[in-house]
């Protein structure tokens, strides 16, 4: 920690004209005398340091050595900003402030984050959340193996793998590693997986063929539905698939064929239809939509 702060110090000098020992102790959450040692580190290490006393004063970099803002442009440095607060919407605040100190050497990109372009990660459950991937992120870089309770449509399994990597992709959030019950590289929603654990126990990590790494593999939609819906429903069948999703048929009727992973899900979603929707394809999930519309209509 002690190198990352010092980095950090530096890389502050040299975007700011001036700083004093309190903001600096604030910043990297130590005392006053701790950034004192750091600036003799510092100043051991040939880093041209100047301490400033009085009113106005403070601490500075010798001129000369002042960071090159022409690196990036402010475009690329907004893109990498807003980037960073989204990662910042699941993280530790303060991590991610450092990082935005660290590259935010141009007033005018700061300037330019007042664009609409908001990214939020998090979820509703982003407490939790953002503990689990902060867990799973010390796994993966002690190389300890993990413990969970994961609930899916055939109810709940305990389950320990080898996390390799923690991924965003189809609006949620996983964890990717090798289970050793089941001998192989999984996927792992996080939103399903409770009762965390890091374990005392480390791991070798092994190696990851190249097929593996495709995760969209792992979330194949190979299973197809075709289904007729109500005009009405088109805007809903738009903001999930797309502007040219469906086709419409002679009847009035838009019909949409798609591909679809987790059946449970398929169906939850379909009945969020309610009569707007028939499903043709395929038959085992409309005679179960059929039988949960009966008994829907039997408990009232």
């Known amino acids: ?21 309190p903001y600096l102790a604030e910043k990297f959450e130590v005392t006053r005398r701790t950034i004192g040692r750091d600036i003799d580190a510092l100043c051991q290490a040939g880093i041209p340091i100047i301490t400033h006393q009085g009113g106005g004063g403070g601490i500075s970099i010798a001129e000369g050595f002042k960071l090159d803002k022409s690196i990036l442009t402010t475009d690329e440095l907004t893109g ?6 989204g990662i910042g919407s699941v993280s530790e605040k303060s991590n991610i402030e450092r990082t935005l100190d660290k590259i935010s050497s141009n007033r005018d990109a700061v300037v330019s984050l007042r664009e609409p372009i908001v990214i939020d990660l998090a979820s509703h459950n982003k407490g939790s959340l ?12 002690e190389q300890r193996f993990i413990e969970f309770d994961y609930y899916y449509e055939k109810g709940m399994t305990h389950r320990r793998i080898e996390p390799a990597f923690v991924i965003f992709q189809w609006a949620a959030w996983y964890v990717f590693g090798y289970c050793t019950k089941r001998q192989d590289f999984r996927m792992f929603k996080l939103m ?39 005009p009405l429903a088109s805007y809903q ?27 449970d899900f398929i169906i939850s979603w379909l009945l969020g239809f309610g009569d707007k929707v028939k499903v043709l394809e395929p038959v085992d999930i409309a ?4 039988r949960i519309a ?7």
């Open 1 to 21: 920690m002690k190198l990352d702060r010092l980095l950090g110090i530096v890389t502050i000098l040299l975007q700011k004209d001036r700083v004093t020992a």
């Open 80 to 85: 990498i900003i807003a980037a960073l607060k």
């Open 130 to 141: 953002t503990e689990k991937i902060e867990l799973i992120k010390k796994s993966i870089q």
């Open 192 to 230: 399903r997986l409770w009762d965390l654990q890091l374990c005392a126990e480390t791991f070798t990590p092994r190696e990851m063929p190249s097929e593996k790494r495709d995760f969209n593999e792992h979330l194949s939609d190979d299973k197809k539905l075709v289904a007729l819906f109500d």
């Open 237 to 263: 069948l738009i903001e999930t698939y797309g502007l040219h999703c469906y086709t419409e048929t002679k009847e009035g009727l838009i019909r949409l064929e798609t591909g679809y992973t987790n059946r």
């Open 287 to 290: 005679e179960d939509i059929k």
């Open 294 to 300: 009966a008994n829907v209509l039997n408990s009232y």
